[in-house]
DNA sequence: GAGTTTGAAACT
DNA sequence: CAGTTTCAAACTC
C-alpha cells in the first residue's frame, strides 16, 4: 500500500519540463485548435474546484480538481496531431493512452504487466496491433506537478514503435491515482468520441492503485497507454475504477452533444459538472467494481496526477464500467461513421465482444445491465435526499450523477459539506456504516487450499442479512447480493443461500442452485445469442478472445453467479472489488481474492460442463465484462498466451488486492 | 412503467 | 435492544 503512494507520490512531485511539451508539435497543435487556454483550464485546477466546489473537504477536493486537470489533458490528447493519425489509420480506436504502468505495491504486477506487454507488443498481438499511440500526454499538460516519470512515460510510449503500449517500470505512476482519473478518463474520450469521433477502441483505464485513496498528489499526469490485452489484463485485476467515470459518462455525453466541438475550457466544464466524486473512503468499493470488466475489454492505460488532493481509491484506479462504455461510445460513434474508425480493425482484443454491433442500445443495455447498478450506483431516491443509507450511491460513497433519478439531492459536490457531515453522523452512529459490507477471511482462504475453504463462504457479509421470505435466494438478501453465503451472523430464516447457507451447506446447494440458475441463464444466453451474433463474430477470434477475457473464470463465474446470469455483474464484486478494495484493509482484499478461488473451484468443474454456446456466446464478453472476472483466475487456457496471461493475472490479483487499501479512513484530511 | 414485495436503515 | 416506520431497491406483472 504504502510503496505505491510512495512511488506515486515522488512521481507526482518529479518536476516536469514543461518546456518540452510547450515545443511539442501536440501542444502547438493543441493551442492552435483552439483559442480558449487550454493551458489555463489545465493549471486552473484551482479555479475550477471554486467554481463548482466551493470548499472542498479534503476528501471531495481531489476529485474536482483533478476532473479538471484531466479534461484539459484529454483534451489536448486529442487535440494533439496524433491523433488525426490515428484518424487516418482507420484503427478504431487507438487514442492512446500511455502508459506506465504501476506499480505500485506490488512490482511483481507491475514487471508482470510489463513483460506481458513487452512480449505483446502492438505489433505481435493482434489486439494490439491496431493501437497506435497517437498521443502522449505531455507531463506538461500537468502544470501541477509534474511527475519526471510521468513525462517520461510519456516518452517513452512515443518512442515506442507503433505507439503500442508502453509500459516501463516507470510505469509505477499511472494507476491508480484517484477516480477522478476515470473521469478525466472518459472526459478525454467523450471528447475524442464525440468531437473528433474517434476511436478508443480497446482502451482502457489501467490499473489504478488499489490504493486509490492515496491522495496528494498534486498533479495529474495523464498517461495513455495502449496495451496488449493480456498486459491489460494484468493490470487490470486489481486496479478499479470509479463509479465516477461511469457517471461521467452520461454527463459527458450530454456535453458532447451540446458542445461537440467544444474548447478545452468546455470540456472542463463538462467534465465538472459531470463529475463524480467519490466521497472519500466511501465510494471506493463501488468503484472499484467496474475494473474487473474493463479489464477485458479496455486496454489502456492511464495515469494521471492530480493536483490538489486526490484520492486514489482503489475503485479510482479503474473503472471498469465507464472505460466500457466509452470504449463502446467511440465504437459506436465509429461505427456510425463510416469511414473512421473501423470496428473491424479495432483492436480485437480489446475490448468488447459484445460492443462491436454495437449499437448504442447495446451500450446503454451494458452499462445498464453490467454497469447498471452496480459498477454505476444510479439511486432513486425520493425523500431520503441522497444523504442516507437508503441511497445506494451515498452509501458507496459516490456523489449522485446525473443517471440518478433521484429528486431533491443532497448528494452532490455543491453539498459536499453537508454530505460530509451526514456520514460523519452516520458513522458516528455506525462507524462501519461506509465500510464495506462483504468480508473475507484472507487468511482461511489463501492459506487453505481445500475446497472448503474456497467456497464463497469464506467471505461473508460483515453484519448477515436478516431475511425472512427472500430465503436469501435474491438480491433483497445482502449476502446473496454481495456473492457471500449467509453466515453465523445472519439471521435469515430458510436460507438457501446459493453461495453458503447459514448452516454451512454451501456446496451442495450451489449445485442444485446452479442448476436452477443455469436454466435460466441458458435461456438468457440463447437469447442473447440471437441479439448478439454479430458481436460473435468478434468472439470467433480466439487470439482476441482469450487475451483479452480469459474466459474460463468468467464463464464459472457467470454460471455460478446468479447475477451474471441476468447479465448483471454481481454485486459482490462491487463488495468485494470496489468495497474491499477500498476499505478493508488486508483482510478484504484477500478475501476478494479468496472469493475468486472458490468461484474457481466451483466453477471449473462447470466450465466444461458449459454449452459450447455459453462459452463462444455473447455471455462470454459479459464475463469478461463483470467485475467477477478479476477474481476469477482461472489457470488454464487453451492457449499458451491465455495461460500465461492467467498465471500473470494471478499474480496481478494478489498484488491488486493486496495494493487495495484499507477501509478509508473517514479523516477527510487523507 | 406501475405496482408490489422485500429487507435494510432509521426512528422510537 | 426490540419494535415500528421509512425508504428505496428488487422484483413482478
Redesign the pocket.
Known amino acids: 500500500m504504502d510503496k505505491p503512494q510512495k512511488k506515486s507520490t515522488s512521481q507526482i512531485e518529479t518536476p516536469t519540463p514543461k518546456s518540452k511539451f510547450e515545443d511539442s508539435p501536440v501542444f502547438n497543435y493543441i493551442n492552435n485548435l483552439s483559442p480558449i487556454e487550454q493551458v489555463k483550464s489545465i493549471s486552473t485546477v484551482q479555479s475550477f474546484s471554486s467554481l463548482s466546489f466551493t470548499s472542498p473537504p479534503p476528501v471531495f477536493t481531489s476529485p474536482h480538481v483533478n476532473s479538471h486537470h484531466r479534461e484539459s489533458r484529454f483534451f489536448r490528447c486529442h487535440n494533439s496531431v496524433d491523433r488525426s493519425k490515428a484518424l487516418e489509420y482507420g484503427s478504431a480506436s487507438k487514442e492512446v493512452v500511455v502508459a506506465s504502468v504501476d506499480v505500485d505495491l506490488n512490482k511483481d504486477v507491475s514487471l508482470e504487466e510489463d513483460e506481458t506487454s513487452d512480449s505483446q507488443t502492438p505489433d505481435d498481438s493482434p489486439s494490439t496491433g491496431d493501437f497506435v499511440t497517437e498521443e502522449l500526454l505531455a507531463p506538461s499538460d500537468t502544470p501541477r506537478g509534474d511527475n519526471g516519470a510521468s513525462s517520461e512515460d510519456v516518452q517513452e510510449e512515443n518512442e515506442t514503435p507503433g505507439g503500442g503500449r508502453l509500459i516501463a517500470d516507470a510505469a509505477e505512476l499511472l494507476v491508480f491515482r484517484s477516480p477522478n482519473d476515470s473521469e478525466a478518463f472518459q472526459c478525454l474520450v467523450d471528447k475524442i468520441s464525440s468531437s473528433e469521433r474517434r476511436f478508443c477502441a480497446g482502451v482502457k483505464p489501467i490499473k489504478q492503485p488499489n490504493d486509490i485513496p492515496v491522495i496528494g498528489s498534486s498533479n495529474e499526469n495523464v498517461t495513455l497507454a495502449v496495451l496488449p490485452n493480456e498486459s491489460v489484463l494484468n493490470l487490470h485485476r486489481g486496479s478499479m475504477r470509479r463509479r465516477c467515470l461511469d457517471f461521467e459518462v452520461p454527463g459527458k455525453r450530454k456535453k458532447d452533444i451540446a458542445d461537440d466541438q467544444q474548447t478545452v475550457c468546455d470540456n472542463k466544464a463538462a467534465c465538472e459538472s459531470s463529475v463524480r466524486c467519490v466521497v472519500p473512503g466511501i465510494g471506493l468499493h463501488l468503484n472499484a467494481i467496474a475494473m474487473s470488466s474493463r479489464d477485458t475489454e479496455i486496454n489502456i492505460i492511464h495515469e494521471y496526477t492530480v493536483t490538489g488532493e486526490i484520492q486514489k481509491s482503489s475503485s479510482g484506479s479503474t473503472t471498469p464500467i465507464h472505460s466500457q462504455d466509452i470504449v463502446r461510445e467511440t465504437l459506436d460513434q465509429a461505427e456510425s461513421e463510416p469511414g473512421e474508425g473501423q470496428a473491424a480493425e479495432v483492436p480485437k482484443g480489446l475490448v468488447f465482444e459484445e460492443l462491436n454491433p454495437g449499437s448504442l442500445k447495446k451500450k446503454t443495455r451494458m452499462s445498464e445491465q453490467a454497469g447498471e447498478?452496480e459498477s454505476c450506483k444510479?439511486?432513486?431516491?425520493?425523500?431520503?435526499?441522497?444523504l442516507?443509507?437508503?441511497?445506494?450511491c451515498f452509501?458507496a460513497g459516490v456523489y449522485c450523477i446525473e443517471p440518478c433519478s433521484?429528486v431533491d439531492c443532497f448528494n452532490k459536490p455543491i453539498h459536499e459539506d453537508t454530505v460530509l457531515a451526514t456520514r460523519k453522523q452516520?458513522e458516528s452512529?455506525?462507524p462501519l456504516?461506509f465500510a464495506p459490507?462483504v468480508i473475507r477471511n484472507a487468511d482461511s482462504i489463501i492459506e487453505a487450499g481445500d475446497d472448503a475453504s474456497k467456497t464463497p463462504a469464506s467471505a461473508r457479509h460483515k453484519?448477515g442479512?436478516?431475511?425472512?421470505?427472500?430465503?436469501?435466494l435474491?438480491?433483497?438478501?445482502?449476502c446473496y447480493?454481495g456473492g457471500v453465503g449467509c453466515s453465523i451472523n445472519c439471521r435469515?430464516e430458510g436460507c438457501k443461500n446459493a453461495f453458503g447457507r447459514k448452516d454451512g451447506s454451501l456446496l451442495v446447494i450451489m449445485e442444485s442452485k446452479e442448476e436452477e440458475d443455469r436454466e435460466t441463464y441458458d435461456k438468457r444466453i440463447a437469447k442473447i445469442q440471437n441479439n448478439s451474433e454479430v458481436s460473435k463474430e468478434v468472439e470467433q477470434n480466439p487470439s482476441s478472445d482469450q487475451p483479452l477475457t480469459p474466459l474460463p473464470p468468467y464463464r464459472h463465474m457467470v454460471v455460478h453467479q446468479p447475477f451474471l446470469s441476468?447479465n448483471r455483474l454481481p454485486?459482490t464484486q462491487f463488495f468485494l472489488g470496489a468495497g474491499s478494495s477500498s476499505r478493508k484493509p488486508d483482510s478484504d482484499l484477500t478475501q476478494s481474492w479468496n472469493e475468486k478461488k472458490p468461484l474457481e473451484t466451483v466453477t471449473e468443474d462447470k466450465t466444461e460442463d458449459m454449452p459450447d454456446v455459453l462459452l463462444n456466446s455473447p455471455i462470454a464478453t459479459i464475463k469478461a465484462i463483470s467485475p467477477n472476472s478479476k477474481r476469477v483466475s482461472p489457470p488454464h487456457l487453451g492457449s499458451s498466451e491465455s495461460g500465461s496471461i492467467l498465471g500473470k493475472r494471478s499474480n496481478g490479483r494478489k498484488l491488486i488486492l493486496r495494493s487495495i487499501p484499507a477501509f478509508p479512513s473517514l479523516n477527510p484530511n487523507q
Do not use: D, V
Open positions: 447498478g444510479r439511486c432513486n431516491c425520493k425523500k431520503s435526499k441522497c442516507k443509507l437508503y441511497c445506494e452509501a433521484c452516520i452512529r455506525n456504516a459490507k453484519r442479512c436478516n431475511c425472512k421470505k427472500s430465503s436469501c435474491k438480491k433483497y438478501c445482502e447480493q435469515c441476468k454485486p
